[in-house]
Nanobody
Framework: QELLVESGGGLVQAGGSLRLSCTAS????????IGWFRQAPGKKREGVSC????????YYADSVKGRFTVSRDNAKNTVYLQMDNLKPEDTAIYSC???????????????????WGQGAQVTVSS
């Protein structure tokens, strides 16, 4: 069974940092671009970041540029999202997904992703 599992969420004060992990099982992660998306209560899902299959290209939403860094360790079958200088508006459930087209990653287009993880709650207090 192919799965993506997120971990590393939690509660942090504004200005703090968290690192999320997205670990794959049942398939090799290095064949796929992986994206991070988030959804806050009452809001639409928002693309946050994406990394290409070999890691050579990364993409970020304007709202997180300069604060978040996506990386991958294909030997560990894991993609990471390092989140620094967190703000209360970053509070959301963060999910990773597998991109099945060439369009999804550079455009952070959720409809091009599938095999979503269960999500990790990130809460930033002011």
């Amino acid at each position: 069974q192919e799965l993506l599992v997120e971990s590393g969420g939690g509660l942090v004060q504004a200005g703090g940092s968290l690192r999320l992990s997205c670990t794959a099982s049942g398939f090799k992660l290095d064949d796929w671009a992986i994206g991070w998306f988030r959804q806050a209560p009452g809001k639409k899902r928002e693309g946050v970041s994406c990394i290409s299959d070999r890691g050579g290209r990364t993409y970020y939403a304007d709202s997180v540029k300069g604060r978040f860094t996506v990386s991958r360790d294909n030997a560990k079958n894991t993609v990471y999202l390092q989140m620094d200088n967190l703000k209360p508006e970053d509070t959301a459930i963060y999910s990773c997904g597998r991109d099945y087209s060439d369009y999804g990653c550079p455009h952070l287009a959720a409809q091009s992703f599938h095999l979503w993880g269960q999500g990790a709650q990130v809460t930033v207090s002011s």
